[in-house]
T-cell receptor, first 112, second 114 residues
Framework: QQQVKQSPQSLIVQKGGISIINCAYENTAFDYFPWYQQFPGKGPALLIAIRPDVSEKKEGRFTISFNKSAKQFSLHIMDSQPGDSATYFCAASIGSARQLTFGSGTQLTVLP | DVKVTQSSRYLVKRTGEKVFLECVQDMDHENMFWYRQDPGLGLRLIYFSYDVKMKEKGDIPEGYSVSREKKERFSLILESASTNQTSMYLC?????????????FGSGTRLTVV
């Protein structure tokens, strides 16, 4: 049973546009929500993360928005660049749990 | 600068073979993980280990086993490879603080079982 649902599966955005990827979770015990970025031929790498005590976290052009009541969180990439083309995974974990539960991934393509 | 190393980028094995995938990390991390990555299914946890000789099943352990004899090395074993185990396999590690401190992934091993 998938505990973190991610959409869309693929996304094409023009350079300079805004990319938005959404995730929804069911387990209200989740309290850590990271996003990972994976380039072709590489393993995923931590991009940005949020905890449910804040509604938004911004790092450069990347922003996580968190809606605790709706059990949803999203990644916004402002001024998208071709170098942002990658697969993005949302994830969630509980407390000090060692393992992450990942979403199904979104393949982002930013056209020049 | 390489921190998690997977021994092979590509492997082709025959059905029924015993397959070993090796992973080594140089960050002195306590936790190590094996995931498989399939299109549309994301990353699914096979096994993880939080200490030497310790292991725990993930979400899809069937057909796999693991070995952790040394802190820095975590091996994934396919006892009798089958075609449905054709996939990208990713190893990761994290510090004792757990997932909250981020995973470091290797570059993956693409396994094809024919």
């Amino acid at each position: 049973q998938q505990q973190v649902k991610q959409s869309p599966q693929s996304l094409i955005v023009q350079k300079g546009g805004i990319s938005i990827i959404n995730c929804a979770y069911e387990n209200t015990a989740f309290d850590y929500f990271p996003w990972y970025q994976q380039f072709p031929g590489k393993g995923p790498a931590l991009l940005i993360a949020i905890r449910p005590d804040v509604s938004e976290k911004k790092e450069g052009r990347f922003t996580i928005s968190f809606n605790k009541s709706a059990k949803q969180f999203s990644l916004h990439i402002m001024d998208s660049q071709p170098g942002d083309s990658a697969t993005y995974f949302c994830a969630a974990s509980i407390g000090s749990a060692r393992q992450l539960t990942f979403g199904s991934g979104t393949q982002l393509t930013v056209l020049p | 600068d390489v921190k998690v190393t997977q021994s092979s980028r590509y492997l082709v094995k025959r059905t029924g073979e015993k397959v070993f995938l090796e992973c080594v990390q140089d960050m002195d991390h306590e936790n190590m993980f094996w995931y498989r990555q399939d299109p549309g299914l994301g990353l699914r946890l096979i096994y993880f280990s939080y200490d030497v000789k310790m292991k725990e099943k993930g979400d899809i352990p069937e057909g796999y086993s693991v070995s952790r004899e040394k802190k820095e090395r975590f091996s994934l074993i396919l006892e009798s490879a089958s075609t449905n185990q054709t996939s990208m396999y990713l190893c990761a590690s994290s510090s004792i603080g757990g997932a909250n401190y981020g995973y470091t992934f290797g570059s993956g091993t693409r396994l094809t079982v024919v």
